[in-house]
């Protein structure tokens, strides 16, 4: 009973939260790749973005909500994702137009590209906090819990409870679904086989006849859709503040980067390595070992590898890590 | 002379803003923007030699500015006597630990041929972790429980805090060289990235190392390099040279008790202000020999050299420079002026606020700074620094005027005003990133350009 009530406690405290911040970075860290891989730079703005695509998010729900609208036990949110993707489409194309573009004709160095998106980041913060200000939008409803703590430990008889947030449930499903879209469009398409040809050699690409505007606009397109998702779910899941996004932005790279940048399968696997680091090596471990070893072993300390003030520090030096002795990332990028 | 005449054209359109400031607004104000200007001149001249002279990419300025933040407090706050006797030896224990480790990895990496030994170094490093919780956990719980409320930290020397200015150069030029080892053989992009990591992981320690820096609890009231205000009001001198300077305006005023309390008044506004002008002077005496060497550093053959290797870096290494070492150096001189940098705007704010060092303001704007005055030319740097945090300042004022005047004929109460009006002070956001757009399209090297020199 003990080993079942640790396994519990487990995948309540580790299992359960790392599997939806991972699915959330995951998604986040793919759009920054299919950046990297087709437009070939950092896109520093991109936490900005998914605020950006969040507010869009949270002013069309709360536009629904006043018109009465809800999906019953789903959050609202959900129905207000396809307009959210929309606005950040608009936003994106009319960034490249403007902006992007115009270096890219240049064919300028991928710093100058940095510093173009620190300004585009800049004009993203201003815009999303002059629009919804800077505070706590907290923009869920419908059902919070899918199975809360007490009920469990009620139908199980354990000790241990488990509560699993619905948030966290839609945030596995949505990731689910749009990544094997997106897997399969990419590698079974042939769009998104031209796409990955571009991006593995423009020259040859465009030899073949593949239309470069064609897959930049198709690049920014799916990012937006990825943006959207991912700061929605995150919304969901925690709460909307763009300071926070900003800050998402750093473990995100980092995932990216240790999945191997441009290639968007290590970066779903690269949010994961970062979320369960960051959550494995935070938490304190007393309660699990108290419960599967004999009385006379029980520790008396916390048992906790380094302490919660350092959770975003765990996934920069995981990324310093990688960056030393695996440059190209734990699953090899650099190919699309 | 051409370049010249730029440079000389735009100091004094600055010049008459912070006269219109100081005529319109208040002459406190513009002098404590101008102090901040001219801190902020000498970061964006740490990253321009970073950036402008060699071509290295640091995103992890706000790390080496909170490194020089913490040698103000390390050098000039008083030492907690009791908090040294409580754990001063498990520190001090500990920290031998560390530099045991560290030269023990260094000789793994030197000596060693061993197939996996950087697995071994990393996870010696992973050991090491849970074995300095273990050492110093304890020490560190008797530091900070002592009188937590006040101090709860190890304090400081009791040294005069200029000295600070240069303890922050040294350290963050010695962190420098730890990043520098790590990261700099990375390109570009991989740099940024890195450096903007490694920087969270360092403000992160500042934050949460409580024993270190008191943590979030911060620490105010420190020492300065100027008389204080009230010492000013109650001296002899001070009182009769403010007198004497207004003498014409207090002579026209008959009654003897309003003569006198407006004279109290003009001693009490007037100190702030010569504690702001000290300051200026300071900071300014600073920048100065800042931009001599500087200038002379770009004319010298090693300023010729830093430009060869930047601007081709196979061609420098076939003349047999060594451009890693190189970097390395530069990325060493420039941060120690970062961390220079961050002691002075701490002493200036008279406080260390580890959770106020964000990448957005002390990062990114700063390369607003460098990219917005000119790369390459301490001039444009210098400019920058100005510019931006002129416009960081005004833009609020500027965005409140314009507001009033675009919805004059809205009533003030309603919503939508409101709203704007409540949101004016991320209108600098706005104004920094289109204005880093607009010059990264029509003028890519900046206000000021880099001069090519000849010689």
Redesign the interface.
Known sequence: MDFINSIVLLTNFIFVPALTYGSQLALGAIGVTLIYGVLR??NFAYGDLMAFSTMLVILFTWYLQSKGISLGILPTAILAIPIGIIGTIFINLFFDKT?FE?YRNKKS????F???S??????????V???I??NDINFMDGERFIIKANEFKKITGLDEGLAIKSTQFITLIITIITCSVLFYFLNKTKTGKSMRAYSNNEDLALLSGIDPSKIIFLTWVIVSILATIAGTLYGLDKSFKP?TY?NNL?PI??AT?VGGIGNPLGAFYGGFVIAFSEIGLTYAYKKFFVYILPEYLEPNSLVQ???T??K??I???I???V???K?NGIFKGKIL | MKNNFDVKIAFSIIAILFIFVGIFQSWGFALSILNLCLISAVMSMGVNIQWGFSGL?NFGVMGFLAIGGLATVLVSVPPVYEAWSAGGKGILLSAIFIILVIYLIFLINKKIKFKYK?YLI?SLVILL??LMKFISGPSINAIESIDAATSGYLGGLDLPIVFSWFVGAILAALVAFVIGK??LG?????L???T???S??II??V??EEWLSRGVKNVIGLKRPVPYEIDLQNSIWFPKLIEFLNSSVLSSISNLDKRTAMLTDLVISSSGVFVKLCFSIIFALVLIVLLIFSEKALRSPWGRMMRAIRDNEDAAKAMGKNVVKRHLHIFMIGSAIIGFAGAMLVTYDGLFTPSSY???RYT?LI??MV?LGGTGNNYGAILGGFVVWFIWIESAPFALFLINILLSNVDDGNSFKVH?V??IP?????M???G??LV??YR?KGLLPEKIIRS
């Open positions: 730079f950092a902006v115009y160095s991928p710093v100058t940095i510093v173009v620190l300004g585009i980041m800049f004009v993203l913060n201003a815009i906090r002059i629009i200000g800077p300071f900003f750093l790279f980092a980067i590898y380094i302490s003030d350092y975003f520090a996934s920069f030096a990324l310093v890590v960056l030393l002795y440059p | 990419i950087n990393v972790i849970p790590i990261c990375l390109r570009s992009d991989y940024a990235i890195s903007l990591l490694i969270g992981i992160s320690l934050k949460h964000q990448p957005l990114f390369w607003v990219l704007m409540e949101s991320y209108f600098r956001y706005l920094m990133g289109l880093l757009l990264m399209r890519p």
